[in-house]
């Protein structure tokens, strides 16, 4: 349901359409594996995967490559190699799905003053406003952190086991309470 969240956030709360859009996505993990597959599934044109263990990353980029076929173009960057010039210049749509961010102190894993203009930044992190989305806001860059994310993820996984629509705001409302995220959209 992670996957399915994402995207639910993605396009309603950040107004993002990611089909025939670009992606580079930092980590290899659950939430990484579903986001790449769940944009897959609407039509997405590129995703770069990196993460700091690169072994991490070549089985993601193999089980999507061997799951996806053609439907889109993937690359790997070496994770010493993320903020090298060139790389961020086509991206629409970035993607921190590690939970670098999550804790005071953690830094950003890629220079934001390499974003393009226009590209659309979402931080998988939902406990805080991370220092990624604090350098997005800087930047007047659309953002998201990850408090949507969770919370359509936990709908969709609400309805699936009662049958019922989960109450979505208050969902949001009570998480947004926990967290004391008032400052953080998304």
Known sequence: TDGEG????????????????????????????????ALVKTGIKSIILTNRTREKAKILLERLK??????????????SQRNSPGIMDKVDLFINATSVGMHAGDSVL????LFPSNIFVYD????????????????????????GML????????KIWTS???????MRNILRAEFNEHKVKG
């Open 6 to 37: 994402f995207l639910e956030s993605l396009r309603r709360e950040g107004e993002f359409d990611p089909q025939g859009k670009r992606a580079f996505v930092i980590g290899a993990g659950g939430a990484a594996c579903a986001i790449s597959f």
């Open 66 to 79: 061997k799951n996806v076929k053609d439907q889109c173009k993937f690359s790997l960057v070496d994770f």
């Open 110 to 113: 890629i220079n934001p003053d």
């Open 124 to 147: 998988v992190v939902y406990n805080r406003k991370t220092e990624l989305l604090k350098e997005a806001e800087k930047r007047n860059l659309p953002s998201l952190g990850g408090v």
């Open 151 to 158: 919370v359509y993820q936990g709908a969709l996984s609400f």
């Open 164 to 170: 019922r629509k989960a109450p979505i705001d208050e």
